[in-house]
């Protein structure tokens, strides 16, 4: 059942987010639930999961392309090695930090590890137009590989 509240609550949603956060932030901390416009509540939350693990897919997608470059694309590697390889010191590190937050987060990284190399690989290829057979179809390196530092 849908009261005015709740009501109130949805049209707020639709017309200022930020309020609606802010709002609903403080129902929650007074316990006011039955003013909770929740069908909003539970996608928000719903996409700040799917937010997260895109996000970190993401970063590794662009490490294993900057490691990918630095190990086969010879003919940058002297202009453009310093910069991949900030890049992947800086994707690291927010890893790194996203998994601080929420180490369940690991295991995305390792589920998705294969698929996020062929996608590496493809926009390598794609922007290096390197010949398909300079890139090993399987990854030359493991997860952990990737993410290591050192």
Not at 46 to 69: D, N, V, Y
Not at 74 to 101: A, C, F, H, M, V
Request: hydrophobic residues 30%; proline residues 5%; negative net charge.
């Amino acid at each position: 059942m849908t009261t005015p509240t709740t009501q109130a609550q949805k049209t707020l949603y639709e017309k200022d987010f930020y309020l609606w956060l802010q709002t609903t932030t403080e129902l929650l901390k007074n316990q006011q639930l039955e003013q909770i416009d929740w069908e909003n509540l539970i996608e928000e939350i719903e996409s700040m999961g799917r937010s997260e693990r895109k996000e970190i897919k993401s970063r590794l997608i662009i490490i294993i392309e900057h490691l990918l470059k630095l190990a086969y694309w010879e003919s940058e590697k002297e202009y453009n090695s310093r910069g991949w390889r900030n890049t992947i010191i800086e994707q690291r590190r927010q890893i790194d930090l996203t998994l601080e937050d929420s180490p369940s987060l690991k295991a995305v990284l390792s589920e998705s590890f294969l698929d996020c190399y062929q996608k590496a690989r493809t926009d390598t290829l794609q922007k290096t137009q390197l010949s398909p057979n300079v890139l090993p179809s399987e990854p030359p390196f493991t997860l952990s590989e990737v993410l290591n530092p050192e």
